[in-house]
Every structure is written in C-alpha cells, then in structure tokens.
C-alpha cells in the first residue's frame, strides 16, 4: 500500500544533541510538509517543500532545518534541541492539483533529556 | 484571528450514542476546501473526509456523517452509534486557496472519549 513513513516512531535525545528525523513517501507526491504537535494542541506547520522549492513558515525557529534529497525522502534536522522541541513531529504529503488532501505519516515522538 | 473553531474540547459518551462535533470556520477566499482528521492515542493523523467550497453535499459514510453548511460556515461531524475505537482527537481543519492549498489551519480538536 502507498503511504508515507516515519522513522524512528520514538526518538530520544540530549539536551543540544543533533537529532534528524526521516520521512519517506511511496505516494509519489511533490509536496512534502513536517508539522510540530505539542501536546494537547493542535498540529503546527514548520515548512513544505513544493517539489525542491523550500518554504519556511516565518515563525519555525532556525534551530529547524529540513532536507529533500529526492522526491520520496524528506528530513527534519534539529541542530541543537532544547527542552521546549519535546513534541510529536509528523510529516505530510500532498499530490499538488490532486485533491489537496495531505496525506500523514505515523509521527515521531520526539524526547530532549 | 482564529480561522477554524471547535468549541468543545472533550467530549464523553457512552457508547452507543451519537456524537456530534462542530466546527466554524472563517475565510474570505471563495475557493478553500475543508477536512476532518481523526488522531487515536498512536498519534497518527488520519484523513476522514474532504469537502471543496463549491460542494455543499452532506456525506455519509458507515457510522460517520457530515454536514456541510456555507450559509453558517459550519462543517458538523456526526458519529452515531458510537464505540470505543471512535476514541480519538478529531481535527477539522481548512486550506485556502489563497495559500496554495498549502497551509492547513486546524481548529484545536475535539478529544472524545468514549465509555463502555
């Protein structure tokens, strides 16, 4: 089945220790978004690659970077997580001109110790 | 300003009972489209249902309903006979065409528990 992967699902780091997290997609879509989810909130938008064009929300801190290599990876780096980073960070995909509708992966948990 | 609200945070029922959730939305785009997205405890966001502004059909689907309603910016969401696996965060969120359909503004959820 096509769908858009995670990993890891749970993710454990220190205090100012780089951390990249992955995103993969069989969809084939050439958009790609990574949310932040804080608990009890609702998901925020950090930015989207419409196809390798990077879009950055104006508020994503710079201590957030992402990377697409290709159409079907995506990657979230955060350089130097603090406390305040501890959330579930969720990717998404969307076929641009499709439905619109975005499509999530699973997540993941993100720890900072 | 708040684009789309979900006044009820937590909802309980006892299962087998109807479920409703609300959702307003807010726009001065006449093209945006609007979605239902169920998260259970595993944290995953699953799609439920997508509705285009020019589209004002109810849908229903099993157990799940939608009632979709420009003249009042509303996009209701019905779960009758509930059950235990309808125990989950449901979101209602909204693009806009003015976005590129690119940012989805979702409202703050609704956590519904459902009791045995």
């Known amino acids: 089945d096509a769908m858009v992967i995670q990993n890891p699902r749970y993710q454990v780091t220190q205090f100012g220790k780089p951390v990249t997290l992955s995103c993969s997609q069989t969809?084939?879509?050439?958009?790609m978004y990574w949310y932040q989810q804080k608990s009890s909130q609702a998901p925020k938008l950090l930015f989207h690659y419409y196809d390798k064009d990077f879009n950055n929300e104006a508020d994503t801190p710079d201590n957030f970077q992402s990377r697409r290599p290709n159409t079907s990876f995506c990657f979230l780096d955060i350089r130097s997580p603090g406390l305040g980073d501890a959330a579930m960070y969720l990717c998404a995909t969307r076929r641009a001109g499709g439905t619109d509708t975005q499509y999530f992966g699973p997540g993941t948990r993100l720890t900072v110790l | 300003a708040q684009k789309v609200t979900q006044a009820q945070t937590e909802i309980s029922v006892v299962e087998k009972e109807d479920v409703t959730l609300d959702c307003v939305y807010e726009?001065?785009?006449?093209?945006?489209?609007l979605f239902w997205y169920k998260q259970p405890p595993s944290g995953e966001l699953v799609f439920l249902i997508r509705r285009n502004s020019f589209d004002e059909q109810n849908e229903i689907s099993g157990r799940y309903s939608w009632n979709f309603q420009k003249s009042t910016s509303s996009f209701n969401f019905t779960i009758t006979a509930s059950q235990v696996v309808d125990s989950a965060v449901y979101f209602c969120a909204l693009s806009e065409a003015q976005y590129g359909n690119n940012r989805l503004a979702f409202g703050k959820g609704n956590q519904v528990v459902v009791i045995p």
């Open positions: 969809l084939n879509h050439n958009v």
């Open positions: 726009t001065r785009d006449t093209t945006y489209y």
